[in-house]
């Protein structure tokens, strides 16, 4: 079985990026309108027509099976509005893809957005989470690190304003994937530079912080293949053991997890000859960040599962990344 | 001949650091204080034992050459003080380096610092750069691309308030590394996830901006192997097609090189599979970031020529990336 540890709900039918767009024009009269929750109206139709060419497609032609499955990173937008409107806005987004989830349970597992806000406490996250978890059937959660949108004013992840968030997936036993959004920071590009970046940022957050020690069952996977992470794993390490702290590997490996949402078979082999094929998950952000064919493979950037197969490793290794790690990271993850 | 594009003068003698905490210490009290541009007293056997126990015999042990050899880059520090104290201090640096050079030109050659400060025009920077190679011969700069020190409040690289900079890079015949400082922004480690975020983020800008078409000579250095970017080659290459772009390798390969300031086997030999040796550039960055010995191979992480030599690449390759591309990327160097 292939697990897919990382898809967002890029194609949702119109009516989600409709309701967004009059929750925007609103707040763009008054940022501290309120408002009410609303509603999104969707058909089943309408979501197994968004899917059925485009993830639901793409995974039968390239074999894989089951994607865990979340709203759409980059309109997550949690710089917008203010903590209610991102709350009904993480509200509907997570509903629809329980829905997606209940349409399909053999072909997309659920995690849920956070209704995070700069600025503001992480009491409606820790809800909304508890609320997908138990009450949902969510198997995990994407964690913003930073909610400004490319400004970084929010604390970093050591500081305690974040431990509320880490004490309730540790008592709910799931796992976040760190993940920012859309940037409206000039300087950096979302899905390239403000993703690696704040991949790299995230990865550095928790080497440098004693949340891991905080919380030594917690699980965090950096996607986009760790940003910057493996290609300079061996300054990560060297920079820790100048600072007379324990080795990387161990600071490390017990909790944070790399997925292979890198799009060339050189970037692939890079991080599975780097990290270990224990924390290393199976993924392709599909339909995502770049959606072209390669000319020089004919295949798209984003198939990660050549890149995988073709990888110098061992079979055992490969049903690691490919299904058990995912299943211990996830351990919600019953299909 | 190995020449070395990126050596920072890490180790001068104390009288450096004590002008900047003396300076640092007037502008606590008056942010606004220019105060008089006073001077640094250091001899030259103060100089000459700041390098050999350091930089000169690490050169012998390791048998590279030349080091292209510039300030401090961590102690630049745009964002403390003004346009005014930000001049004394780079003008102190620029001339501490051109001594080193003097007392060892067959293995130090300049490249300069500039004084750079949060929303100031360039204009000072430019005299700078004149100066330092109209009138001391320096080969090359250090441009900071966020001189906030990691708030990047400054415009983006691709904004014409960056031009001035560029026409005279050009006029010159000198290009310019791509290096932040200092981080003052909590969330970044400054010789971690800083430098390697500052260096994806720079390459995006180039790659999304007009700078390169605007300046088809200019020439730029993004150090620390590029931060994220040749891991992940093919999301860069993917994003540009998919917006209709042309091929990256077109966008950039005449203009943006890439040093080898990455501390593992597996890290080198990612960049030289994916990055023509035509644009790569030998560097380690000693004595830098990075200073102990890796218990895994015995030998110094920033020791890269022991990379470059393991890397299966053909020997005219090689030539190129110890010699030749650093003399016709800095066409100034005559040594």
Known sequence: MIIDCHGHYTTAPP????????????????????????????????????????????????????TIFSPRASWMGHHLGNEHTSRFWTEHCNDLVRRVCDL?????????????????????SVAELRRCVEQLGFIGCNLNPDPSGGYFTDPPLGDHHWYPIYEAMVE????????????????????????????????QQLVMSSVLADFPSIRFIIPHGG???????????????????????????????????????????????????????????MVGAVRGVDPTTGH?????????DAAEITDDQRRLVYEGNARRVFPRLTT
Chains 1, 2 share one sequence.
């Open 15 to 66: 009516a989600l990026g409709e309701y967004r767009d009059h929750q925007r024009a609103v707040l763009d009269d008054d940022p501290m309108a309120v408002g009410a929750k609303g509603e999104v109206v969707i058909s089943d139709d309408e979501i197994r027509e968004s899917l059925e060419g485009a993830q639901l497609r793409l995974q039968r032609e390239r074999g894989t099976d089951l």
């Open 104 to 124: 399909y349970p053999e072909r997309f597992a659920p995690v849920a957005q956070l209704p995070q806000s700069p600025g503001v406490e992480l009491t409606s």
């Open 172 to 203: 709910l036993d799931v796992p976040a994937m760190i993940h920012v959004s859309q940037a409206c920071n000039p300087h950096v590009y979302t899905t390239g530079s403000h993703y690696l970046g704040a991949d790299t940022t995230a990865f």
């Open 227 to 285: 940003g910057a992470v493996p290609y300079h794993w061996g300054r990560f390490r060297g920079i820790v053991q100048d600072l007379q702290m324990a080795p990387l590997e161990d600071l490390v490996l017990d909790n944070v997890f790399f997925d292979t949402c890198v799009y060339h078979q050189a970037g692939i082999d890079l991080l599975l000859r780097v990290i270990p094929a224990a924390n290393v998950l199976f993924a392709s952000e």
């Open 300 to 308: 798209h950037y984003d198939d990660t599962r050549r890149y995988v």
